[in-house]
């Protein structure tokens, strides 16, 4: 079955303590991204990646770390968290410009 | 700043009637539009989508209108079913990189 996971789905963390939010996508996608969703605010996007090793910033990079290491693969690294970046967070995948994304279930993300 | 603007929170409808959710862009560089339906506890999926070339495209139950003088995007549903309920986001995108969402429409199809 074509899917973007993610994992964890929900985590509790404290402020500082370094986290990784997994995304792997069994599509053979170029492009894949990452964003949060908060209220009031929509989807917005932290960073994507055009292909390995090719990643750039979207509206909301401040605070993230991502890597591209293999194309299945897309990391989000939060190095210190924050309370501001408690959030909903989504990653996707697509197979080239414009086309259409496929979605994560979403991870839910509480920084104490 | 919000690109993308969805200014009505939710909608209510009656199941059978037309649902219209709406959408607003203020980059003129736009040339890709979708919408995306979103349920609970789940990512959102693909609806449909429009080109800058073109102003109307129809897939079944769902059309999407784009008017790019007007800056304005619509998506109809005719006729709205219960299983429609949801959240709905518009997104845009120029050159296929990188994609602004509005902040969504929760659509409620009253049986």
């Known amino acids: 079955e074509a899917q973007v996971t993610q994992n964890p789905r929900y985590l509790i963390t404290v402020t500082g303590k370094k986290l990784t939010v997994t995304c792997s996508q069994n599509?053979?996608?170029?492009?894949m991204s990452w964003y949060r969703q908060d209220p009031g605010l929509g989807l917005r996007q932290i960073y994507y990646?055009?292909?390995?090793?090719?990643?750039d910033k979207g509206d909301v990079p401040e605070g993230y770390k991502v890597s591209r290491k293999e194309k299945r693969n897309f990391p989000l690294i939060l190095e210190s968290p924050s309370p501001n970046q408690t959030s909903l967070y989504f990653c996707?995948?697509?197979?080239?410009?414009?086309?259409?994304?496929?979605f994560g279930a979403g991870t839910r993300l509480s920084v104490l | 700043d919000q690109q993308v603007k969805q200014n009505s929170p939710s909608l209510s409808v009656q199941e059978g009637r037309i649902s219209i959710l709406n959408c607003d862009y203020t980059?003129?560089?736009?040339?890709?539009f979708l919408w995306y339906k979103k349920y609970p506890a789940e990512g959102p999926t693909f609806l449909i989508s429009?080109?800058?070339?073109?102003d109307k495209n129809e897939d079944g139950r769902f059309t999407v209108f784009l008017n790019k003088s007007a800056k304005h995007l619509s998506l109809h549903i005719v006729p709205s079913q219960p299983g429609d309920s949801a959240v709905y986001f518009c997104?845009?995108?120029?050159?296929?990189?990188?994609?602004?969402f509005g902040t969504g429409t929760s659509l409620t199809v009253i049986p």
């Open positions: 996707a995948s697509r197979l080239g410009g414009g086309a259409i994304q496929y």
């Open positions: 599509m053979n996608h170029e492009y």
């Open positions: 990646s055009m292909n390995v090793e090719v990643t």
């Open positions: 980059n003129s560089m736009f040339d890709y």
């Open positions: 429009i080109s800058s070339i073109k």
């Open positions: 997104a845009a995108s120029a050159y296929g990189n990188q994609f602004y």
